[in-house]
Structure formats: structure tokens, C-alpha cells
């Protein structure tokens, strides 16, 4: 059973940085894709970041510059270094992870697309 465990939220101040690490179980893909996606309230859950297992990657364009995604295969772990927060990153972020969609140049930041996710942590940016 797949089991997908979040941590290294909490509250920083405006420019300040967080990683999250995302701890990974009871997979049997051996090509798939893993993605950070956040929710705030009364909005819609938008894709973050995204890795494949072959190390492509992909950005939405509020995190571009600031945030970077990495794995650990050794590990299991995937992380989320977020540099240069902002008020408007302050969410619910939650990792999940899908099969690789071999028709795709970049992975998805289409949260449909993934079928395991996380609990989340809570990362709140002050000004």
C-alpha cells in the first residue's frame, strides 16, 4: 500500500524559505511521476512542481526561479525547496505521486493525473 508522509511545513516571514520532504512507501512503480501541489482556502488545488523518475522537471509559473524539487531515490523522499516565499504560497501542500505518463515531455502538474497523495503540511508566509 502506498503510503505518502509530508513534512517541513510551519510559518516563516515574507523571503523567508522552507523545505518540505515528502517520504515515500509501498510503491511499485518503477516509472512515475511525483508532484508538490498546494490548496488554499476557498481555492482550487493548483499544481507546484513536478518530477519524473527519470529527473525531468516542471514549474508553474508563480513558483519558477524560487522553487526546486528534488528526489532522493535512496532515500524514497522527495523534497521541495521554496526559497523567496510570499504571502500568496501560504496553502496546504500536499505530495502525490502517479504512473509516468510516457505521452508527456514534462510531468504533469494536473493533479487529476495522480492517484496517491499525502495529508499535507501547512506553510503560512507572513508579511
Known amino acids: 500500500q502506498v503510503q505518502l508522509v509530508e513534512s517541513g511545513g510551519g510559518s516563516v516571514q515574507s523571503g523567508g524559505s522552507l523545505r518540505l520532504s515528502c517520504a515515500a512507501s509501498g510503491y511499485t512503480y518503477t516509472s512515475y511521476s511525483m508532484g508538490w501541489f498546494r490548496q488554499a482556502p476557498g481555492k482550487e488545488r493548483e499544481g507546484v512542481a513536478a518530477i519524473d523518475s527519470d529527473g525531468s522537471t516542471n514549474y508553474a509559473d508563480s513558483v519558477k526561479g524560487r522553487f526546486t524539487i528534488s528526489q532522493d531515490n535512496a532515500k524514497n523522499t522527495l523534497y521541495l525547496q521554496m526559497n523567496s516565499l510570499k504571502p500568496e504560497d501560504t496553502a496546504m501542500y500536499y505530495c502525490?505521486?502517479?504512473?509516468?505518463?510516457?505521452?508527456?515531455?514534462?510531468?504533469?502538474?494536473?493533479?487529476?493525473?495522480?492517484?496517491?497523495w499525502g495529508q499535507g503540511t501547512q506553510v503560512t508566509v507572513s508579511s
Open positions: 502525490a505521486i502517479g504512473p509516468l505518463n510516457r505521452l508527456r515531455v514534462e510531468p504533469s502538474l494536473n493533479y487529476n493525473e495522480y492517484v496517491k
